[in-house]
C-alpha cells in the first residue's frame, strides 16, 4: 500500500477477491487513498461484507434485554 497507484489498486483487488474480514483495516485505508479508481473498488469490496455476519456454531445469541417485556 506504500507504492504506487497501481500497486494499490492490485492490493485492493486481491483483497476484494480475498472476501475475509480480517482485511477491512486495508479496505477503510484504501476509502481515504487519492485513486478514485482504489476508493470505488473499496468501497464495492465493503459492501460485500456489510451483509456478512460471523457467527460460529459454539457462539450464543443472547435475546435482546428487552425481551422479558414482550412475555
Known sequence: MNLGPEERLNAIGIAYEWNHSS?????????????SRIVKLSASAIEKHKGLKSTSKNQRIR??????LTR
Request: aromatic share 6%.
Open 23 to 35: 482485511i477491512l483495516g486495508l479496505l477503510r485505508r484504501g476509502l481515504k487513498d487519492s485513486d
Open 63 to 68: 435475546p435482546p434485554r428487552n425481551a422479558f
